[in-house]
Structures are given as C-alpha cells and as structure tokens.
C-alpha cells in the first residue's frame, strides 16, 4: 500500500494524528496530498521519515531542531541510536523459508510448518530459536518497507495461534514444584503487540509459574487491581520497539510507585532493553533470563520460608 491514511500513519509511526496537523501548519512537513475527498494521504517516503523522527524525539530531539533535515541525514542520526545487531542466527534459512511463506500470502502452510517447529525442536527451543527471531525479522522487514502492515498482521495472528495451542499443551503437563511464583503477565495502553508476552508465558509455563495473562494494553489502575484480586507475586511487562523508551519509563515508574514492594515487576523487550538504566527497582528480563529469575525467585522464597 503506497498510500496512507492518516489513521494509518498514526498506527505505523505511533504519532498521534493531531501532532501531524500540528507538525504539517508549523513545519510544512508532512506535506500529504489530499484524495478525491479532500482526505490526507501519506505516501511510504512520508512514513520513512516520520518514523525517524519519531526514533530522535523519543531520544530528547526536539522537533524544530530536526523537521527540515532530509531523511538521509535524519537516518545518519538516528543510526546511533540503533541496538547492536545480534548475529546470524543458525537457522536462518529456516527463518527466511518462514517469511517467504509469509511474503506468498501462504498463511495455512505458514502456521502449519510453525506448528511442527514446536513438535520438532519442543517450546523452550522454538521460543528462542525460532519464534523470537523470526518476530525480530518480520519486524525490521516492516520498518524497512519491505512487507505491509496487513502481512505483519497475518504473521502475527499465525504465530500467536501456534503458541497459544503449544501453551495449552505444556500447561496440561506442567508440575508447579513449591513454591512457584505467580505471573501476572500484560502490556500498558500504549503497548499493543502480544507475541512477547506469549513467548513468556510459554517459558514461564514450563518453569512450572502460575502464569495470568491479561492480554494487552491494560490500564495502571486495572493492572494494580488484578495483582491484588489474583495476589500475584510478579507483574511481567512487555514493551516492543513500538513504544518509545520516554513512554516505557513513564509508565514503568508509575507502576511501581502504586504497586509497592511487595510485587515484583520484570519487563521485557526491546523498548525495556533501551529503557534499563532508567528503570530502578525492575527487572529488566530476557526471554533467556526466565528461568534463571524463576529460579532465584523460588530459592528466595524457599529460604524465607
């Protein structure tokens, strides 16, 4: 899709579609053109450069500073700013051969040959070798452009359906050895993407946690009221590269101010990552961390107990 609404560039950019108005009369960008009916239209070169700003603002840029710079040199900026890229991973063919699926609109085939990655390699070995990266690729395929947001949506909807099923499966199996924390497992309002906070649940389920998932993007006030109806031990906080590092500390912080100290509060993914130094009293967590912090967690309490 070339042409954007500005409900679009609102979802894609997370810039909220006032701030266009306002940026487009103070800024003269964006210019977008108008439809047949007198309705903004952006075009993907727009998107490109809007989503750059978006990257310095989160990073203490201020918008006049930066508004009339081309999108090469608002790129050069932003590019220190940028994780390191982890390696290769081994399986990479098996990860490309996944978004070709994707890439064909082969969506049947897709979740059906995800499916047998868990049978083959079991969930702890999919989660991470599978599940995690391939999300990481198809994420940085859509920021560069390279697949629409509607195919995005259909990895998304495949992914989470395989993981969903393999949960139900190792939940059915799983020992809960004493004592074992229970997880309440969610997103803030301004998070929406859900496939993180499946892969730990899938890690925490093996690890024999009382996993509560919410699902995404609940209110503060929500999440502190189910931590105290369900008397869980941990809030698990995800936070994709969507939410700005600003948004992830702000809400992180207030979250711990009303939950106490008595819960524990682990966040995971790339915004929390970037976020680390600023988010005192956290647990800032990996997917591969999980089970190291279900263990300390357990031995603490055993020894207390």
Known sequence: MDQLTISDVERECAIAKE??????????????????????????????RLRLVKRLLDHGYRPGKIMHHPTSELAEMAAKFAPAAPPPPENLAELIGFIELLKAHRIPEL???????????????FVLDVAAPLARMVGDAWEAGDIAVFEEHLFAE????VLHAAIAAAAARAAHAAPSPRVLLTTVPVERHGIGLLMAEALLVLE???VLSLGVQTPLAEIVAAVRSQRADVVGLSFSLSTSVRATVENVTELRQR????????????????ARRHLAGVHVVGLDDIAGCVAIWRARHQAAG
Not at 267 to 272: E, I, L, N, T, V
């Open 19 to 48: 701030t266009l108005r306002v940026w487009e009369r103070r800024y003269d960008f964006p210019k977008p053109q108008r439809d047949p009916h007198g309705e903004r239209i952006y075009s993907r070169e727009d998107v490109e």
């Open 208 to 210: 024999g946690a009382h």
């Open 259 to 274: 939950l106490g100290d008595a819960v524990e509060v682990w966040a995971g993914g790339a915004s929390a990552a970037a």
């Open 158 to 161: 495949a992914l989470e359906s």
């Open 111 to 125: 979740r059906q040959r995800l499916g047998h990655a868990v049978e083959a390699r079991g969930l702890r070995a």
